[in-house]
């Protein structure tokens, strides 16, 4: 497969399934978009033109006896990925959804159970993994706690209020008058009553990208310690001990979108910012601080020599380990669009998928124990 381009089938294409992925997997040059399956037949034919799709299929099911795929596409609610995503598993191709993995954690166990007897792989969309800022501060992140150069990892914070998401991503959405069609959605959360499990769902659907990027900026697996009660904050710990916050919509925005992260290591920080989910040809910006430490016995002497320079108007000519920000400029790549290159790569065999089922179950568990201690059930 070096040389020969990844031949990808979609199976739905409505708003995020045009939006999000079918406008980025046209534009890699390493992928071909083969084929599309999508029950509205307006829908189909409308959209497989405006993308020079050759082939279009009712059922995803057509699609898979016709065409000789590397991969599938698969942008489906994910109260019904129960239902949609099990027999696609049968084809033994790599899957791509949304996210999170399922509505429940029984529904993401089934999952896992019959991808584990499928021997193939699923990668969940969790597109703030494959935002260069955060593929870079990550890099940063790892290579910081190998050297231990700015001490241990001491916290991690990410903030998320709610804003612009499209960020006109969504514009060019093509809209038909086919009538929509009717699924059934996954079984509801035995463990939880009506209420609770409406509320379980609501927290998935807008925050479970925040508690994955916390246990991807962690590096290993944490538990929620605690819900404040009116939904703005979940503290967690990290297996190692690491403390960490998810501050939910503490306040508003109307057409901006202001989601950061900020991870502490004992002698310095790197923060993250992070575009809407649709902005297209933009980037995240990451920043990194180092304050290199300078010994005790010389604090005072290099305090008073810069105090003593800037009275002077002056710097030396090799400054004395002072603090740096640095700002690097990345790539005119948005989240979206390289998270299509990297299912394209993992189905190479040149990355390992950014998220498979196995964490995004973990995520469902992670939302699980939050709703527990905010709710009381």
């Not at 703030?128 to 241990?152: N, V």
């Not at 514009?171 to 086919?178: R, V």
Request: one cysteine or more; a neutral charge; charged letters at 25%.
């Amino acid at each position: 497969m070096a040389t020969e381009k990844v031949r990808i089938g979609f199976v739905g294409v409505g708003g995020m399934g045009q939006c999000a992925h079918l406008k980025s997997y046209v534009t890699v040059p390493e992928c071909e978009v083969v084929a599309l399956a999508e029950l509205r037949p307006k829908l189909r034919e409308t959209v497989a033109r405006k993308y020079g799709i050759a082939r279009t299929y009712a059922t995803a099911a057509e699609m898979l006896a016709q065409e000789k795929l590397d991969g599938i596409v698969a942008a489906q609610p994910f109260d019904k990925h129960g239902q949609i995503i099990i027999p696609l598993y049968q084809a033994r191709l790599p899957v791509f959804t949304e996210k999170p993995l399922a509505s429940s954690i029984a529904t993401g166990a089934k999952m896992l159970a019959a991808l584990k007897a499928s021997g193939t792989w699923h990668m969940v969309g969790y597109h703030k993994r494959s935002d260069p800022a955060t593929m870079f501060a990550k890099a940063e992140i790892d290579r910081l706690q190998q050297t231990g150069e700015l001490g241990k990892l001491k916290y991690v914070r990410i903030l998320m209020p709610s804003g612009d998401w499209r960020a006109g991503g969504i514009h060019n959405w093509i809209l038909t008058d086919d009538p929509a069609p009717k699924l059934a959605a996954d079984p509801a959360a035995s463990d939880m009553d009506e209420p609770t499990y409406n509320k379980y769902v609501d927290f998935v659907n807008y925050y479970i990208h925040q508690v994955n990027l916390l246990r991807h900026l962690f590096g290993e697996a944490y538990r929620v310690t605690y819900a404040e009660k009116s939904g703005v904050l979940l503290v967690a710990e990290s297996a190692s001990g690491v403390p960490g916050t998810i501050e939910m919509t503490p306040y508003e925005t109307s057409i901006d979108w202001q989601e950061s992260a900020l991870v502490c290591f004992e002698r310095g920080w790197i923060k993250l910012k992070l575009p809407a989910p649709l902005a297209i040809n933009r980037p995240g910006q990451v920043t990194l601080y180092r304050d290199p430490r300078i010994p005790a016995a010389r604090v005072r002497s290099d305090a008073e020599l810069v105090a003593r320079m800037l009275a002077e108007d002056r710097m030396p000519e090799t400054p004395r380990a002072l603090p740096v920000a640095t700002t690097p400029t990345l790539p005119w790549i948005h989240a979206m669009r390289q998270q299509a290159i990297n299912f394209c790569r993992a189905i190479r065999g040149e990355i390992e998928p950014p998220c498979d089922a196995a964490e995004a179950l973990e995520d469902l568990k992670a939302a699980r124990e939050y709703i527990r201690l905010f709710t009381g059930k």
